[in-house]
Every structure is written in C-alpha cells, then in structure tokens.
C-alpha cells in the first residue's frame, strides 16, 4: 500500500520562502511521476506542479512558474517543492500525489492515484 507523507508546512510571510518534502513508500518511487496539488478554503483541488519519474522533466502552473521548484530524489523516495517569493495567495492546503502510471496528463487529478494527508501552507501579509 502506497503511503505519502507531506512535511514542511507553516506560517510564512510574504516573499518568505519554505520547502515542502513527501516520504513515499509501498511502490518502487523511482518507477513513478510525482505531484503537488493545493486546495485553498472554499476552492478545487489544483495542479501546482509535476516531475517525471526520473527528474528530467517538470511542470507547473502558470500561476507558480518562476517561483516554485519541483525536485525529487530517488534514492530517498522523496519528492520536494521549494517555494520562493510566496504570496498571500499561495495560501492552501499542500498535497503531494503519485501517479498511476507513466502515461496521462501530468495535470489531470484522475491521474493520480494516491495521495498524501496535505500540509498547511499559509502566507501573511
């Protein structure tokens, strides 16, 4: 059974920075693309950014690119999301999420097959 567990949540202010991390365990990690959605009170679920089974491809949203760094390290079976210059907006509940398999849209949430308990992120101004 896949088990992901997001860390590295807080209280921030704004322009401040913070790295979320996600411990996976249960499949073979590197085997699997990797995800970061965000849900904000009263919002959808949203695509926040994405990264290919072996590092060599990212993706984001519009509303995060230039700002937000998806990595991950097999070895350690995690995947991190530094976020930098964070704005009031950004305020959400953080979830990281694995991919059934290796096709499919990066950004569709039906791709995703398991995910994690999310961390709070919130912005001050």
């Known amino acids: 059974q896949v088990q992901l567990v997001e860390t590295g949540g807080g209280l921030v202010q704004a322009g401040g920075s913070l790295r979320l991390s996600c411990a996976a365990s249960g499949r073979t990690f590197s085997n699997y693309p990797m995800g970061w959605f965000r849900q904000a009170p009263g919002k959808e679920r949203e695509f926040v950014a994405a990264i290919s089974w072996s590092g060599g491809a990212t993706y984001y949203a519009d509303s995060v690119k230039g700002r937000f760094t998806i990595s991950r390290d097999n070895a350690k079976a995690t995947v991190y999301l530094q976020m930098n210059n964070l704005k009031r907006e950004d305020t959400a509940v953080y979830y990281c999420?694995?991919?059934?398999?290796?096709?499919?849209?990066?950004?569709?949430?039906?791709?995703?097959?398991?995910w994690g308990q999310g961390t709070q992120v919130t912005v001050s101004s």
């Open positions: 999420a694995q991919k059934r398999q290796h096709s499919g849209s990066y950004y569709a949430r039906p791709e995703y097959g398991y």
